[in-house]
């Protein structure tokens, strides 16, 4: 093999799918088309999962560091907003943060690890047998090599060559609806009030450029292929809100469209797909980039744990399990959100839709409901299927950051245990006032069916330190009665138990730890 995982592509689902296979010591090599990275920034934020994400590698601060935070988001444009900061996280709002500052950091982060960068290579081709996978690579002046590897991954968005070579299905719907964008380096302030009160998006970016969203209803059928100029631009500002709100010096212009697609398989053989070229949709709230980053953190370890030959049976499969029906989640409320968007442009519905906006920006109001879309949006509300009979209603949830105190340990919050992406085995049983002895954590090392080297055990010191957050969050795995708690290097928990005594939890615990950690 000339390496063990090929990544095609790298973009921000591509770069952290990597940062995570050379984390567990996978080789990896990320081919991309491109001779350098992407200048222009479609996406601009990381919501709080996205973030947590990166606090759970050690990378928080480096993002927070060029970033700037904001409390809330919107679902569909609504008035009503929709209220990160009551969320469970230590990071609840939304990182405003150009793409192109996510790529750079996750690049850095990459090279750090050892990941093979090459960019000026085209993917060609993608072929697969039963030891491994060739792909065909274009580079400078048209030579083509072919690399061999164990296995490739498409992170190359919604024309993937990986995801048609592969054979898999991209059902969905065709574009109906598009709109434009537009970084301006000129723009007046005035004007851009009016058009933010008319539902434009104007926002602020660095270097003193200003960025412009629109939908006009009279270019909304335009193909999403057809280039925008800085005429037409001026054009939908002017019917919009009466201005052209002075824009000039456009840095970069560009189109989007409706066209809403979901792969029907994440996987097929050695061959897996992750980010856009598993789903596509119109960028409503800002989840796209966000779910290719949350893709690439759940499908990191399980194929590393593939190609390290230790994953127990059927553990790469249930990344199309997980993944899957959070694409289909994904694609469903991103088209309920642009059809809020689209019909008060269309002049026979608007008075329904006014309304129909109206009563939904009502139901925002109620905390509950709030809460709910604001966990969806956010990333912090998704949880996985619980696995196996009898399995703890915390199995599946997000990890959530509490504090621990733990003797011995410099950790002092859960995060903090998951940089080197292994397991980590808690042991909570002295707060819920079983008891456990200051062995413990050598003993269930020593104990682990495929020994100390995937596995973190730790046992709190009975400190009461433990406690969430808030008192109730979005996907918040409540642990009052939790003795033990595994949790999977993606912050997801594995296993939980409740079990007081302390016999009975060593075999439950052995169990889950041959399930989820390999015995070999």
Same mark, same amino acid.
């Given at each position: ?330 694609? !469903?409320?991103? /088209? $309920?959100?642009?059809? %809020? +968007?689209? &019909? ?7 008075? =329904? #839709? ?10 925002? !109001?109620?905390? /509950? $409901?709030?809460?709910? %879309? +604001?966990? &969806? ?7 996985? =299927? #619980? ?14 950051? $509490? ?118």
């Amino acid at each position: 093999m000339d390496t063990d995982v090929i990544v095609v592509g790298a973009g921000p689902t591509g770069l952290m799918l990597a940062c995570e296979l050379a984390l567990a010591g996978v080789r990896t090599r990320i081919v991309e088309r491109r001779d350098a990275p992407q200048p222009d920034s479609r996406a601009l934020t990381l919501h709080p999962r996205s973030v947590e994400l990166m606090d759970q590698r050690g990378l928080a601060d480096r993002f927070l560091a060029l970033g700037r935070t904001v409390p809330g988001w919107h679902f569909a444009g609504l008035g009503t907003r929709l209220d990160f900061s009551a969320l469970d996280s230590r990071h609840a709002y939304t990182l405003f943060l150009a793409q192109a500052r996510t790529e750079a950091l996750l690049e850095e982060r990459a090279r750090e690890l050892g990941v093979e960068i090459h960019r000026g290579r085209e993917s060609t081709g993608v072929r697969q047998d039963a030891d491994g996978v060739e792909v065909d690579v274009r580079g400078p002046g048209g030579r083509v090599e072919t690399v061999r590897a164990s296995y490739a991954v498409g992170c190359d968005g919604g024309r993937s060559i990986v995801r048609r070579e592969a054979g898999i299905g991209f059902p969905g719907t065709d574009e109906t609806l598009t709109g434009v964008l537009g970084d301006f380096a000129a723009a007046d302030p005035e004007g851009l009030a009016r058009a933010r009160a008319e539902g434009v998006l104007a926002v602020p970016l660095e270097d003193g450029l200003t960025r412009i969203v629109l939908i006009d209803p009279e270019r909304m059928r335009t193909p999403a292929a057809e280039p925008v100029t800085l005429e037409e631009f001026r054009r939908s500002l002017v019917r919009i809100c009466g201005s052209d709100c002075g824009i000039g010096r456009p840095r970069w212009l560009s189109r989007f469209g409706n066209a809403t697609r979901l792969a029907e398989r994440y996987r097929s053989g050695r061959l897996l797909l992750a980010g856009d070229a598993a789903h596509i949709h119109f960028p409503a709230a800002g989840q796209g980039l966000n779910t290719g980053l949350q893709d690439a953190m759940n499908l990191g370890w399980k194929l590393a744990a593939e190609v390290n030959g230790w994953a127990p049976a059927g553990l790469l499969d249930t990344y199309h399990a997980e993944r899957h029906p959070v694409g289909l989640a994904v694609t !469903g409320n991103t /088209e $309920v959100q642009t059809l %809020l +968007a689209e &019909l008060p442009l269309v002049p026979a519905y608007q008075g =329904p #839709a006014a309304a129909l906006r109206g009563l939904l920006d009502e139901l925002l !109001g109620i905390e /509950e $409901v709030n809460r709910r %879309l +604001a966990g &969806l949006v956010s990333g912090l509300g998704i949880g996985y =299927p #619980a696995t196996g009979p009898g399995a703890d209603p915390l199995v599946g949830a997000r990890m959530p950051d $509490v504090p621990l105190g733990i003797p011995g340990s410099a950790a002092t919050r859960v995060y903090e245990l998951l940089h080197e992406g292994r397991f980590v085995l808690l042991n909570l049983a002295r707060e819920q006032g079983f008891g456990t002895d200051g062995g413990w954590a050598g003993r269930v090392t020593a104990a682990t069916p495929a020994g100390a080297g995937r596995v973190t055990a730790l046992a709190s010191a009975g400190t009461g330190q433990y406690r969430p957050l808030t008192p109730a969050g979005a996907g918040h795995a409540r642990l009052d009665g939790v003795a033990e708690v595994l949790v999977r290097p993606d912050g997801h928990i594995a296993w939980a138990t409740r079990t007081a005594g302390a016999a009975a939890r060593r075999a439950e615990r052995y169990e889950a730890l041959a399930a989820w950690a390999g015995t070999h």
